[in-house]
């Protein structure tokens, strides 16, 4: 079936330091990928997303590449900041699953100044 | 601002009483989703509707019921509340176009 793994948190970084997440799919297909965050007593908000392999999909200095040969959506940023600090998931939606959303186990992110 | 409305904020519920999260958007989605939020699970689907009048079970409904009478609201009944239904409920919404999901804002659910 449909899957999402992520790389297990929590992730404490300082400030300005480089950010990877870790995010592997399984999928039928060619699934939509997706990174949403949460932030403390918020909901989700989605935060990038890529619809086929080799896009790339960027938002406030986030960016992920959609890696169809390694079946992964790394989440990277090059210089986090405390205002970063947050939960992140890794999701996808399958060609075939009527637009369901499958999330990953979420990462939390702390940013230290 | 157009989104997603959820209702109550929170809410501790006795074991045994009936309780229904209330979930109202208003861009004209077609599809709407709840999930349950546990640490350590993630997000798992409970139920979902792709158009008004019809719904579908998702990863764990049991205990659960939906309704879709029009395409703004999609309430979320708990028939008879049980400890292991404490969680945070989440409402979501999508224009069916798997370009993502529109969150809204959670219902924090304690049974006890």
């Known amino acids: 079936g449909n899957s999402v793994t992520q790389m297990e948190g929590p992730v404490t970084l300082s400030e300005e330091a480089f950010l990877t997440i870790n995010c592997t799919y399984t999928?039928?297909?060619?699934?939509?990928l997706f990174w949403y965050v949460q932030y403390p007593g918020e909901g989700l908000q989605l935060l990038l997303k890529?619809?086929?392999?080799?896009d790339k999909g960027s938002n406030k200095g986030f960016e992920a590449t959609y890696r169809k040969e390694t079946t992964s959506f790394h989440l990277e940023k090059g210089s986090v900041q405390v205002s970063d600090s947050a939960v992140y998931f890794c999701?996808?939606?399958?060609?075939?699953?009527?637009?369901?959303?499958?999330f990953g186990q979420g990462t939390t992110l702390q940013v230290k100044p | 601002i157009a989104g997603i409305t959820q209702a109550p904020t929170s809410q501790i519920l006795a074991a045994g009483r009936r309780m229904t999260l209330r979930c109202t958007q208003d861009m004209r989605h077609n599809a709407m989703y709840w999930y349950r939020q546990d640490l350590g699970l993630g997000l798992r689907l409970i139920h979902y509707?792709?158009?008004?009048?019809?719904?579908g079970k998702g990863e764990v409904p049991d205990g659960y019921s939906v309704s879709r009478a029009n395409t703004d609201d999609f309430p979320l009944t708990l028939a008879s509340a049980v400890p292991s239904q404490t969680s945070v409920y989440f409402c979501?919404?999508?224009?069916?176009?798997?370009?993502?999901?529109?969150f809204g804002s959670g219902t924090r659910l304690t049974v006890v």
């Open positions: 509707s792709n158009t008004a009048g019809t719904t």
């Open positions: 999701a996808l939606i399958s060609s075939g699953n009527t637009g369901k959303l499958i």
């Open positions: 890529a619809t086929k392999a080799d």
């Open positions: 979501a919404s999508s224009p069916g176009d798997r370009g993502g999901y529109t």
């Open positions: 999928a039928t297909g060619y699934p939509s």
